[in-house]
């Protein structure tokens, strides 16, 4: 059974919210770590600098070359710093792209039992620099 990640065991008191049964804590625990890593500014964690989201305001980018520049960049952190999910694809909502707002996808699977599990999770990321991410779909 899953009991939430080191960093959630370590620190149970900040982690209230990844609670549940079965796979479902694991889909919140996953979820709070891409939160985690979107709420990062690239380079702003010492330890890992390539940690954390990309720039988000590239001056030097058309609109299609700084959508493609994020999702890349997105994809490959979360596919080094988050580990329990596999063959991950990270897309933006191109549809409702508001000033300082987006909604990004990232898709996945899970080894639960041997088995692997797709899983989809939405982030919003929001103008005030909060970011939500939740189970999406599936």
Do not use: W
């Not at 996953?30 to 988000?56: C, F, M, Q, V």
């Not at 493609?68 to 952190?77: H, K, P, V, Y």
């Not at 639960?112 to 189970?135: D, Q």
């Amino acid at each position: 059974m899953f009991k939430g990640s080191l960093f959630e065991r370590l620190t149970p008191e900040q982690h209230i919210d990844v609670q549940g049964e079965g796979e479902d804590i694991l889909y919140k625990s996953i979820a709070l770590n891409i939160s985690r890593i979107l709420s990062t500014n690239a380079g702003s964690a010492e330890i890992a600098l390539d940690y954390g989201r990309p720039d988000l305001d590239n001056m030097n980018l058309t609109v299609n070359e700084s959508i493609n520049a994020i999702e890349q960049n997105s994809r490959l952190t979360i596919m080094k710093y988050e580990p329990r999910l596999c063959n991950v694809n990270v897309s933006m909502d191109k549809k409702n792209l508001q000033r300082n707002e987006m909604s990004i996808y990232i898709e996945g699977f899970v080894n639960i039992n041997k088995e692997l599990k797709k899983i989809s999770f939405r982030a919003n990321l929001f103008k005030n620099g909060g970011v939500k991410v939740y189970k999406y779909g599936i």
